[in-house]
């Protein structure tokens, strides 16, 4: 079992940057793929970044891509979201997820584990 704990969201004007921590519990951290996943108000939780379990493979949604970074550090048991270019429509709730599943990491069905969220607001 993994427990997740995500932190580093705020307030940020729009063009600004943010990092993202999710810190995860346990010992089996480096086995499992991990991604971050963001909900608006009134919208669906949708996909935004994963990694697999050695960092070995990326993939981003469309509008982040060229923004967003997804790196992890194994041996901190932590996975980070670094945001750049920051817009009022990144604006979310943050979830990071794990997830053994390297055949779908964009599917929000493959998380097995998931943090209470960190909520970032760009402002324009």
């Known amino acids: 079992q993994v427990q997740l704990v995500e932190s580093g969201g705020g307030l940020v004007q729009a063009g600004g940057s943010l990092r993202l921590s999710c810190a995860a519990s346990?010992?089996?951290?480096?086995?499992?793929?991990m991604a971050w996943f963001r909900q608006a108000p009134g919208k669906e939780r949708e996909f935004v970044a994963a990694?697999?379990?050695?960092?070995?493979?990326?993939y981003y949604e469309d509008s982040v891509k060229g923004r967003f970074t997804i790196p992890r550090d194994n041996a901190k048991n932590t996975m980070y979201l670094q945001m750049n270019r920051l817009k009022p429509e990144d604006t979310a709730v943050y979830y990071c997820?794990?997830?053994?599943?390297?055949?779908?990491?964009?599917?929000?069905?493959?998380?097995?584990?998931w943090g209470q969220g960190t909520q970032v607001t760009v402002s324009s």
């Open positions: 997820a794990a997830s053994r599943d390297l055949n779908r990491l964009g599917a929000k069905a493959s998380y097995d584990y």
């Open positions: 346990g010992r089996t951290f480096s086995s499992y793929n």
């Open positions: 990694i697999s379990w050695n960092g070995g493979i990326t």
